[in-house]
């Protein structure tokens, strides 16, 4: 199924982003995200739609409502300048990423 | 330290097999389900495979099935995506991938391998 993603998202440091992800599944499967910088492998920041692994700042957060599920990321720095993709599971046994979004720090 | 390598990249004529490998260290490896996702040049991310702790049971995306298999060796700690009849379009960085235990988040990921698929 799709989980549609904006392309990129532009935010000067120090503000918040906030990258959506939609899709019918999402109202009743988890999302998670992942950064991805270049050249280098995803790193899971967000899972079951809103707990934080350890080692990831607390300006990363996330949030569920209803077919959209919200990665925001609170007094972005350079350092957040990635790309970023949601991703859920169907009850097949099958897994989904979103299209991406490229997070510019001006 | 948790770690994933992955191994087994390289040039392929379309039409031809490799078998690319994933050895794990660091955690119990024959209690987790493993995965493989991959990447084309410029692209977004794009599930490929999964398999249980046990090897007992795999899933395919539909771009994938019937071409590539998937295996493992717990005593190895490793695990084998067998791809087949490769196309063009399978060109990618192939990634490792833990499944967390009690999720379905991609926890911990290898740096990946690169297939090509060129004649």
């Known amino acids: 199924y799709d989980l549609t993603q904006p392309p990129s998202l532009s935010v000067s440091p120090g503000q918040t982003a906030r990258i959506t992800c939609s899709g019918d599944?999402?109202?009743?499967?988890?999302s998670y995200w992942y950064q991805q910088k270049p050249g280098q492998a995803p790193v899971l920041v967000i899972y079951e739609d809103a707990k934080r692994p350890s080692g990831i700042p607390e300006r990363f957060s996330g949030s569920s409502s209803g077919t959209t599920v919200t990665l925001t990321i609170s007094g972005v720095q350079a350092e957040d300048e990635a790309d970023y993709y949601c991703q859920s599971a169907d009850n097949s046994g099958s897994y989904f990423f979103g299209t991406g979004t490229t997070v510019t720090v001006l | 330290e948790v770690q994933l390598v992955e191994s087994g990249g390289g040039l392929v004529q379309p039409g031809g097999s490799l078998r690319l490998s994933c050895e794990a260290s660091g955690f119990p490896f024959s209690r987790f389900w493993m995965h493989w996702v991959r990447q084309a040049p410029g692209q977004g991310l794009v599930w490929v495979s999964r398999?249980?702790?046990?090897?007992?049971?795999?899933n395919f995306a539909d771009s994938v099935k019937g071409r590539f298999t998937l295996s493992r060796d717990n005593a190895k700690n490793t695990v084998f995506l067998h791809m087949n009849s490769l196309r063009v379009e399978d060109t990618a960085v192939y990634y490792c991938v833990r499944a967390a235990r009690t999720s379905d988040a991609f926890d911990i990921w290898g740096q990946g391998t690169t297939v090509t698929v060129s004649s």
């Open positions: 599944a999402l109202s009743k499967q988890y």
């Open positions: 398999i249980e702790s046990d090897g007992s049971s795999t």
